[in-house]
């Protein structure tokens, strides 16, 4: 039996080939769906309980390890994982010291989009032990052609190597048509160009939504910025200034767009920018963060964590210190994260801190100051022991207080930090 966690825009029609191809399959997902011919669990744990291969499609490193944490208590001796997911080689290793020994793991992302998924046409790039491998070969090969890319963790690499090439070329093409535009060149003319060029290929597939807006998502602009910033977290790099560009996109909106739709963004940017006397140029203003500064505040809401309700920035920055918001253990849907779990909120917190932190080059070193509220000071020790895996030196300045409640029923803890940027140290 083959246990599939994540329906999503990816994992529902690639569950669905899977009960096609004759194999057994229980599905879960987060919010409650169904997939004709396979079975539905209610919790991770209940879908693998029975499951020889499991197979995850989530979002990003941190739903795929709180998801396979769930799912601990049901998983066999014996059983394969299979982490199709774009996570990152240090996430996969991650997830190895978290499975139990008796427990193997494949890391497999595909390329390729939900046509591809639907198809069974997509490139899986599997990495893992030879033996591993052959288990589930047979499997993978139902979503498409299987590249070995080498031992554990290989898959990973190979797929975070592949799109900081693919995505930044999208984001210079969208770039380029944006400049040319302002500076009077017709661009149905620049694509007639293009086109006969080595870029050729690539303009012809994102010529219609480039001249028209995105049809549809077929691979979420989020999700773009997402990969870049498991490809480069830091700064200086073309990938960077790529990445810098989609997490401004997203901030204003445009995360469940098609990765397309960064063509209009910066059309858009360049209009307003030529607007503005003295305008600042898209590059410079994405190497300097890709947030716009006011009187020297600049604003940061990375794509790699949930969006904020609008009422205010995950993190400012401002005379050489990042000020990260007091973050909490939502999901992308506002749902509470470990209910009565102090461990599980504690992992959350932490993690969205250091996608945070990570996003502006920066890690929990560079932490000056953290606060911590918590509902029930007597589960500090609880708290403690999460933040001791991601506070592994010297510690920095702290303030923890007991608080009466947060503003969501079901909230334990919240923390921010206050860190010295990168440039400053």
């Not at 409650?32 to 991770?44: I, K, Q």
């Not at 590249?147 to 990973?156: S, V, Y």
């Not at 060149?185 to 939504?209: H, I, N, S, Y």
């Not at 001249?211 to 200086?236: C, H, I, M, Q, V």
């Amino acid at each position: 039996m083959i246990a599939f966690l994540g329906l999503g825009r990816m994992g529902a029609p690639m569950a669905g080939r899977l009960v096609a191809a004759g194999h057994k399959v229980t599905v879960w997902n987060r919010t409650p769906r169904t997939l004709e011919g396979a079975a539905v669990a209610g919790s991770p744990a209940a879908a693998v309980a029975e499951a020889e291969l499991v197979v995850t499609m989530l979002s990003d490193p941190e739903a795929v390890r709180g998801v396979l944490t769930e799912a601990l208590p049901g998983l066999r001796p014996g059983t394969l994982v299979a982490e199709m997911s774009t996570i990152g080689p240090e996430a996969v290793a991650g997830l190895r010291a978290l499975l139990p020994v008796g427990v193997g793991l494949v890391d497999a992302p595909v390329l390729g989009s939900v046509g591809p998924a639907r198809d069974g046409t997509l490139t899986v790039l599997a990495g893992g032990a030879p033996e591993d491998l052959a288990r589930c070969r047979e499997v993978l090969e139902v979503f498409g052609r299987v590249r070995e890319a080498g031992g554990p963790g290989a898959g990973a690499a190979l797929k975070v190597a592949v799109m900081s090439a693919l995505v930044p070329a999208q984001v210079l093409l969208a770039e380029t048509l944006a400049r040319a535009e302002a500076g009077g060149v017709d661009p149905g003319v620049l694509l007639d160009v293009l086109g006969g060029t080595p870029l050729g290929g690539l303009v012809e597939r994102v010529r219609p939504a480039a001249e028209n807006g995105p049809f549809e998502t077929r691979y979420a602009l989020g999700l773009a910025a997402k990969d870049l910033t498991l490809a480069s977290p830091g700064t200086g790099t073309i990938t960077a200034a790529a990445r810098d560009r989609l997490l401004e996109a997203a901030a204003a909106g445009l995360g469940g767009a098609d990765l397309t739709a960064v063509f209009g963004h910066l059309r858009a940017a360049r209009r307003t920018e030529d607007r503005t006397a003295g305008g600042a140029d898209i590059l410079d203003h994405a190497a300097a963060g890709g947030v716009r500064p006011s009187r020297g505040v600049a604003k940061v809401n990375p794509a790699s964590v949930p969006a904020t309700n609008g009422r205010y920035s995950h993190a400012t920055k401002a005379a050489g210190l990042l000020f990260v918001s007091g973050q909490v253990a939502l999901d992308g849907e506002g749902r509470v994260v470990g209910e009565d779990d102090m461990t599980r909120q504690s992992e959350h917190v932490m993690e969205l801190l250091a996608r945070i932190l990570a996003d502006q080059g920066c890690t929990f070193d560079d932490v000056t100051h953290i606060r911590t509220h918590l509902t029930d000071m007597s589960r500090l020790l609880e708290y403690a022991a999460v933040r001791g895996r991601y506070i592994t030196g010297e510690p920095p300045a702290s303030t923890t207080v007991e608080v009466s409640r947060l503003f969501r029923p079901g909230l334990m803890i919240e923390v921010e930090v206050i860190a010295a940027l990168p440039a400053e140290r």
